[in-house]
């Protein structure tokens, strides 16, 4: 079936250091999604991504959706302790269905 | 924005009850939610699509006859995981539409933590 590779699977943040992380596809999906996960929670909408090549933020997340539509990632600038958590992208496929990536864990660093 | 509530958010069963969890969206219809399971420090999985007044549309792998799916109203979506056995425990999420249409990405529910003891 289809599956989203996202990476790093992990990473320990600095506060005030910007964070990327990406995922790629072997398919084409039309609509990309980032969402961030907290413990013991479900899934929020961070940024959603419509068209090729897209490039969009919100506050200090940008995404950007690849020219080949087979690939997208998501940068946080300027991180702060709140960013800890798990960010996932997801595709949209056919019949409104979304494909989840892995996730990449977020930490803060000791 | 649009809301979906899930509940219980916790669940502790004996092997062999069933348990059933309910998935409801707050101020908008939804015609189709999603179940998810999700494993510790994994990613969800989608388990099954309802759609409200047909029959559920499993993924491949997962049991409709143990994961009994019913979507009577706009607003409601039922999951009920039948004669639990341990290795069912795990965290279901739903989802639904948030009203704009996929493409605004879907609003999901809080989850259940479910152990099966």
């Known amino acids: 079936g289809q599956q989203l590779n996202q990476s790093p699977q992990s990473m320990f943040i600095q506060e005030g250091e910007d964070v990327s992380m990406n995922c790629t596809s072997s398919s084409i999906f039309n609509t990309w999604l980032w969402y961030k996960q907290d413990p013991g929670e479900g899934p929020v909408l961070l940024i959603a991504l419509y068209k090729a090549g897209e490039l969009t933020s919100n506050g200090r997340l940008t995404a950007q959706f690849g020219i080949t539509r087979k690939d997208s990632f998501l940068n946080i600038s300027a991180s702060i302790p709140s960013d800890v958590g798990i960010y996932f992208c997801a595709g949209l496929r056919a019949g409104n269905m979304l494909t989840f990536g892995g996730g990449t864990r977020l930490m803060v660093k000791p | 924005g649009a809301v979906v509530s899930q509940h219980p958010s916790r669940v502790i069963c004996k092997s062999g009850t069933s348990v059933k969890i309910e998935c409801r969206s707050l101020?908008?219809?939804?015609?189709?939610m999603f179940w998810y399971r999700q494993f510790p420090k994994q990613s969800l999985m989608l388990m099954a699509t309802s759609n409200e007044g047909s029959k559920a549309t499993y993924e491949q792998g997962v049991e409709k006859d143990k994961f009994l799916i019913n979507h009577a109203s706009l607003t409601l979506s039922t999951l009920t995981v039948t004669s639990a056995h341990p290795e069912d425990s795990s965290f279901y999420i739903c989802?639904?539409?948030?009203?704009?249409?996929?493409?605004?990405?879907?609003?999901f529910g809080s989850g259940t933590r479910l152990t099966v003891v």
């Open positions: 989802s639904a539409e948030g009203g704009g249409g996929a493409e605004d990405g879907y609003t």
């Open positions: 101020d908008f219809q939804a015609t189709t």
